[in-house]
Protein backbone atom coordinates (compact mmCIF):
# COMPACT_ATOMS: atom_id res chain seq x y z
CA UNK A 1 0.00 0.00 0.00
CA UNK A 2 1.13 3.24 -0.82
CA UNK A 3 -0.10 6.38 0.16
CA UNK A 4 -2.83 5.06 1.50
CA UNK A 5 -3.83 3.37 -1.81
CA UNK A 6 -4.47 -0.12 -2.34
CA UNK A 7 -4.13 -0.61 -5.92
CA UNK A 8 -4.78 -4.06 -5.75
CA UNK A 9 -7.88 -3.60 -3.67
CA UNK A 10 -9.44 -1.04 -6.25
CA UNK A 11 -8.46 -3.20 -9.52
CA UNK A 12 -10.29 -6.24 -7.31
CA UNK A 13 -13.31 -4.19 -6.08
CA UNK A 14 -13.66 -0.69 -7.65
CA UNK A 15 -13.60 -1.01 -11.28
CA UNK A 16 -16.26 -3.76 -10.76
CA UNK A 17 -18.10 -1.74 -8.63
CA UNK A 18 -18.12 1.41 -10.95
CA UNK A 19 -18.37 -0.60 -14.35
CA UNK A 20 -22.33 -0.71 -13.43
CA UNK A 21 -22.28 2.73 -14.00
CA UNK A 22 -21.11 2.88 -17.85
CA UNK A 23 -24.44 3.20 -18.89
CA UNK A 24 -25.97 6.47 -17.71
CA UNK A 25 -29.24 5.25 -17.68
CA UNK A 26 -28.69 3.53 -14.25
CA UNK A 27 -28.37 6.62 -12.60
CA UNK A 28 -31.41 8.17 -14.50
CA UNK A 29 -33.63 5.42 -13.74
CA UNK A 30 -33.29 5.99 -9.95
CA UNK A 31 -37.14 7.72 -9.54
CA UNK A 32 -37.88 10.34 -6.52
CA UNK A 33 -39.87 7.97 -5.45
CA UNK A 34 -37.20 5.40 -5.05
CA UNK A 35 -35.12 8.48 -3.00
CA UNK A 36 -37.94 9.27 -0.91
CA UNK A 37 -38.46 5.80 0.25
CA UNK A 38 -35.02 5.04 0.46
CA UNK A 39 -35.20 2.02 -1.90
CA UNK A 40 -33.52 -1.35 -2.17
CA UNK A 41 -32.44 -0.70 -5.83
CA UNK A 42 -30.09 2.32 -4.38
CA UNK A 43 -28.84 0.24 -1.47
CA UNK A 44 -27.63 -1.89 -4.07
CA UNK A 45 -26.37 0.29 -6.69
CA UNK A 46 -24.28 1.64 -2.65
CA UNK A 47 -25.51 4.90 -3.13
CA UNK A 48 -25.26 7.43 -0.89
CA UNK A 49 -29.08 8.05 -0.17
CA UNK A 50 -28.73 11.94 0.60
CA UNK A 51 -28.57 14.71 -1.75
CA UNK A 52 -25.81 14.17 -3.14
CA UNK A 53 -27.20 11.30 -5.06
CA UNK A 54 -30.37 13.82 -6.22
CA UNK A 55 -27.79 16.33 -7.61
CA UNK A 56 -25.45 13.43 -9.62
CA UNK A 57 -28.91 12.24 -11.08
CA UNK A 58 -30.24 16.10 -11.91
CA UNK A 59 -26.80 16.65 -13.30
CA UNK A 60 -26.75 13.39 -15.31
CA UNK A 61 -30.11 14.02 -16.92
CA UNK A 62 -29.28 18.10 -17.72
CA UNK A 63 -26.13 16.36 -19.33
CA UNK A 64 -28.24 14.35 -21.66
CA UNK A 65 -30.62 17.32 -22.20
CA UNK A 66 -33.47 15.99 -20.11
CA UNK A 67 -34.26 19.53 -18.50
CA UNK A 68 -37.65 19.08 -17.56
CA UNK A 69 -36.32 15.44 -15.20
CA UNK A 70 -33.09 17.61 -14.56
CA UNK A 71 -34.93 20.46 -13.00
CA UNK A 72 -37.82 18.46 -11.36
CA UNK A 73 -34.69 16.97 -9.07
CA UNK A 74 -33.04 19.91 -8.27
CA UNK A 75 -36.31 21.08 -7.16
CA UNK A 76 -36.37 18.82 -5.05
CA UNK A 77 -33.32 18.86 -4.04
CA UNK A 78 -33.76 22.69 -2.85
CA UNK A 79 -37.37 21.72 -1.18
CA UNK A 80 -35.48 19.07 0.67
CA UNK A 81 -32.27 20.93 1.66
CA UNK A 82 -32.08 20.67 5.23
CA UNK A 83 -29.10 21.53 6.63
CA UNK A 84 -26.61 20.56 3.66
CA UNK A 85 -26.92 24.42 2.32
CA UNK A 86 -23.65 24.25 0.30
CA UNK A 87 -25.39 22.60 -2.22
CA UNK A 88 -28.01 25.48 -2.85
CA UNK A 89 -26.19 26.31 -5.87
CA UNK A 90 -25.28 23.61 -7.34
CA UNK A 91 -28.93 22.82 -7.32
CA UNK A 92 -29.83 26.61 -8.27
CA UNK A 93 -27.44 25.97 -11.47
CA UNK A 94 -29.39 22.96 -13.18
CA UNK A 95 -32.88 25.17 -12.41
Keep these: MKDGFNTELFLDQGMSYFSQFNDPR ?45 KEYAQWGLNNIGKATGLIKDFEGIS
Design 26 to 70: MITSISLAEIIARSKKIEDFGAPLDLRLVLLIARTHKFQGNNRNA
